[in-house]
Every structure is written in structure tokens, then in C-alpha cells.
């Protein structure tokens, strides 16, 4: 019940004032809140009770009472700012803190420094959305962010669709629910949730339509049933912008070049989003493969010793799988892959999974193609391969003799 209660609490927080109080301009980048800083929030009212302008960030306007209303977008064109949305839920969750004790644990998660809920799902656990180890705001959602303030068409569409959608599901659930209008002062919440929830889908990322799923049908009690189908039924994704996806095309994913250039040689957000969209900047796989005897042919009978390590510097090996030609070799979960008698059957295409752990955990993989020849060659020993040479050489000569 308590995982119900929290998430409940996230939509019911959601009952704001229908007017939108923002039209002073308001820096860009937004310098993300301190962990747990709530000081820093702006005051949600004035010292008479009325409602202030707290936006920390540009955010779309639109009227929060009915569904279906058109939206302005001009205030974040150029300035679309997820680290803003992220530290806006967290201080709108904090003005009403006193009401829900358990917002105390809930808001610091939300904050820009700290949000990381999209990973894969822990259905026992009170929250059961997880990290994925890329910070949310200020990492994984910035390659969306950058290309939308640099106008991408594309991008464009695909984030003001779903906002549009979920800021409206949310609305009508809260309409049904008769929690619309149950309080006051907090005008930036559903805009900060639909883009943060908007910028989540529009990754197309299974980890993360999972999560979202789910926390529609913890909200069911409200009236936020999920969509038939699930969030990419009704949401439009770019997968190239996920953790999965390979925006630049060179080969390491985006969330690989996050552990290579952030975890590594510790890339600030900037830089981290110029690399993942440099195909010159390609990091370099962690992983050495020894394989013995060397060399990818093999004679028939031998015992061949596949060995993988992470190169120096670059994090440890927590986890091992390995594959022969895309098949899952079953109990093969260690540092080592040994084949004691290798057979014509035994050729093809090894890899091994291997995840590594520096600041999050990251995957990466490595390749050998294995050839065993289809007769053994009597080269034991040294006396094996004199013997060998002499033979060879007696049969040439036999053979000119033949041809004199």
C-alpha cells in the first residue's frame, strides 16, 4: 500500500490554480538545486496568500482545468529545459509537504541532481521504478534536449505530441477524480510532470515504457488507467535518443559512450552531448579477449581457453555471459570459456557479455571467430615437427625425381 500511496500522491499534488504566472525570462541552462535544498525554491505565495510565479524554468502555457486545450510553446523554444521540470516537481512536491509526510522521501528523488527512475522494474520495492545509472535531466534526456532547442523538426513533433497526450491524461484524470481543483498554488507541476513523463517517452526505451506503464496502473485508483496497448501506443518515439540507441552511428551506444565519457574521463552534460553526437568521438571497448592456442584456426582434439579482462583504469567485471553464434551458452557466466577437446562442431562466432562497473553499471561486448580444422596435425612436440619438415621435404624430392 505505501507504493500506492506515494505514487498516488504525485497526481493528487497535481491540483494547481489554472493560470499560468510566467513571462519574466529566466536563465538557461537552469543551475540545478543542491541535493534536498528546498530553501532555494521560490515561495508559492506572497505574504497575503497569493499566488506567486514559481517556474524555475520556461514552460509551455496552457489552461490546466479542461482537456484538449492548444498550447503555447513559445516560452521554450530554444530554452526546453528538463534539469528545470525535474527541480519544479521537486519543489512543488515540497510545498506540500506538511500535508503527506512521505513527500519527504519522494521529492528528493524527483530533483534534477538526483532523478534516475528509469531502469528496469523491482516490483517488490515500495517505488518500483529504478535507476538506470545516466541521470536523468542533466544526462539522458539532453541529447532530446539539445536537439529540440536546435529546432530538429523530428524531435520537435515527437516531444509536443506526447507532451500534449500526457498532460492531457492527467488532466482528465484528475478531472474524474474531482482532485482538479482541491488546491491552489502550485501552477507549474502537471507542465513539469507531462515534460519530464513527455521526454521519457518520446526515448522510446522498453526499460522506461515498463516503468511508465506501471505507474498508470498504480494511479488506476484516480482514474489514470493506462492506455490499451501501453505508453507507446499512444506516444511517438525516437529510439536513436535512448540509452540504447546509437545516435551518431559509431557503434557504441549512447549509454556506453555515457560510461566511457562521463564515467571515465568525466565529460561535464555539454560535453558528454557533443560526444554522443560526434561519430569522430568513439570510445573505445574496455574489453581484451586472449584466446590459446593462438590464432583462429585450431587444430581438431585441442583444448582451446577463451580469457577476457577489463583493461586497466577502465572498471571491474561484474557479470559475464557468453554466446556462440548468438546462442546463449547456458552456466557459462565466468571470466573463462574453455572448450577441453575442440571438435569441427565447436567452430563459429564466440562472444562474451560483459558488465562493468565504474560509476554505474554499462555492458559491453567482444567477438572471436573460432575455426577448428577437420584433422589433427601430429606437431606435438619439437621432435614431432622435425619429423614433420623431414617428411615434407623427402616427399618434394621423391616427387622431382618422379618428374626427371
Not at 554522443?276 to 579477449?289: F, R, S, Y
Not at 557459462?332 to 577441453?340: A, C, D, H, N
Not at 557479455?353 to 580444422?373: F, H, M, P, R
Amino acid at each position: 500500500m505505501k507504493k500506492k500511496h506515494l505514487l498516488i500522491a504525485v497526481l493528487l499534488l497535481a491540483m494547481s490554480t489554472m493560470v499560468y504566472a510566467q513571462d519574466d525570462p529566466l536563465p538557461f541552462p537552469h543551475e540545478p538545486l543542491l541535493d534536498g535544498d528546498s530553501d532555494s525554491c521560490p515561495p508559492a505565495q506572497d505574504d497575503y496568500g497569493a499566488p506567486l510565479p514559481t517556474a524555475l524554468s520556461a514552460m509551455p502555457k496552457f489552461n490546466q482545468s479542461e482537456v484538449g486545450k492548444p498550447i503555447n510553446w513559445a516560452p521554450v523554444a530554444g530554452v526546453l529545459d528538463f534539469c528545470g521540470f525535474a527541480d519544479m516537481i521537486f519543489c512543488s512536491l515540497g510545498a506540500l509537504e506538511d500535508l503527506l509526510d512521505d513527500l519527504a522521501y519522494l521529492g528528493p528523488m524527483l530533483q534534477c541532481i538526483n532523478l534516475d527512475i528509469n531502469g528496469p522494474l523491482d516490483l517488490d520495492a515500495d517505488i518500483p521504478v529504478t535507476p538506470n545509472g545516466i541521470p536523468d535531466a542533466l544526462y539522458e534526456l539532453g541529447l532530446l534536449q539539445a536537439l529540440y532547442n536546435q529546432g530538429d523538426p523530428e524531435v520537435m513533433a515527437a516531444f509536443q505530441g506526447n507532451f500534449t497526450v500526457l498532460k492531457d491524461l492527467i488532466i482528465d484524470a484528475l478531472v474524474e477524480g474531482g482532485f482538479i481543483a482541491a488546491a491552489g498554488g502550485l501552477p507549474n507541476l502537471i507542465p513539469s510532470l507531462a515534460g519530464i513523463l513527455g521526454g521519457f517517452a518520446t526515448l522510446g526505451d522498453a526499460d522506461t515504457n515498463a516503468a511508465l506503464d506501471t505507474l498508470l496502473l498504480l494511479l488506476s485508483d484516480i482514474g489514470l488507467e493506462p492506455p490499451e496497448g501501453g505508453i507507446q501506443a499512444i506516444t511517438e518515439a525516437i529510439p536513436a535518443l535512448g540509452p540504447n540507441g546509437d545516435y551518431d552511428g559509431d557503434g557504441a551506444t549512447n549509454a556506453q559512450e555515457y560510461g566511457y565519457f562521463v564515467n571515465f574521463l568525466e565529460y561535464s552534460p555539454d560535453e558528454y552531448i557533443a560526444a554522443i553526437m560526434d561519430p569522430d568521438q568513439v570510445p573505445p571497448n574496455p574489453l581484451e579477449l586472449n584466446v590459446s592456442p593462438a590464432g583462429k584456426r585450431v587444430p581438431l582434439g585441442a583444448e582451446v581457453v577463451f580469457s577476457v579482462s577489463v583493461k586497466p583504469g577502465q572498471g571491474s567485471a561484474v557479470g559475464y555471459q557468453w554466446f556462440k553464434d548468438g546462442g546463449i551458452l547456458d552456466d557459462e557466466t565466468g571470466s573463462q570459456l574453455v572448450i577441453p577437446n575442440a571438435q569441427v562442431s565447436d567452430s563459429g562466432v564466440y562472444r562474451v557479455d560483459v558488465d562493468i562497473e565504474a560509476k554505474d553499471v554499462a555492458q559491453y561486448s567482444i567477438t572471436y571467430t573460432l575455426i577448428v580444422a577437420d584433422m589433427a596435425v601430429p606437431v606435438g612436440s619439437a621432435l614431432g615437427l622435425v619429423a614433420l619438415a623431414g617428411a615434407c621435404a623427402m616427399a618434394g624430392v621423391a616427387g622431382l625425381r618422379r618428374r626427371k
